[in-house]
């Protein structure tokens, strides 16, 4: 009879375990755009920029650009993901959006998630910074790191 009394506890024992906390993996920083990928883009061509995280599966978000200005320009970002701290590229690819989609952009502003179906061809510019560096399996940590990603246009092939 003991024995039955003992097994739910050690299921519930068990299950709580099972069900522990989850690991955060939090990686701010900013894309720099440097005017000559701005000038890739126009109002009647625009483009949006993706920020992601490799592994971590976080998205740092979206953000439409149209013009082009005399300087670099300096978007935040920061990717908040369930995970395992891991080195891993932040990366920043430069889309144009399809013509057909073009009434739904606003200059400058966040493209709201992933524009994924609205772009068109392949990114025309290309921005990657390793965070978590050195930091390879070996237990699940949270963490936190900061990089700066700057982009630069892709040689066409």
């Known amino acids: 009879m003991r024995r039955l009394l003992a097994l739910p506890s050690l299921l ?3 299950l709580g375990l099972a069900g522990g906390c989850e690991n955060a993996v939090t990686i701010t920083g900013n ?3 440097p005017a000559e990928v701005q000038q890739l883009f126009s109002p009647e061509q625009p483009g ?3 920020i992601r995280a490799s592994k971590a599966g976080g998205n740092g978000g979206a953000r439409y650009l149209c013009l082009a200005s005399g300087q670099a320009l300096v978007l935040p970002y ?3 993901t369930f995970g395992c701290v891991d080195e891993q590229l932040v990366e920043a690819r430069a889309f144009h ?6 009434d739904n952009v606003r200059c400058g502003e966040p493209a709201g998630g992933s524009p994924s179906g609205g ?3 392949e990114d025309v510019a290309y921005g990657a910074a390793v965070v978590f560096a050195g930091r390879h399996g070996g237990g699940c940590d949270s963490g936190s790191d900061t990089a700066d990603v700057t982009m630069a246009v892709k040689a066409m092939r």
Do not use: C, Q
């Open 119 to 121: 772009l068109i061809g």
């Open 78 to 80: 920061s990717i908040v």
């Open 12 to 14: 519930a024992s068990v």
């Open 31 to 33: 894309v720099i755009v």
């Open 97 to 102: 959006v399809n013509p057909a989609l073009r």
């Open 48 to 50: 949006t920029i993706e």
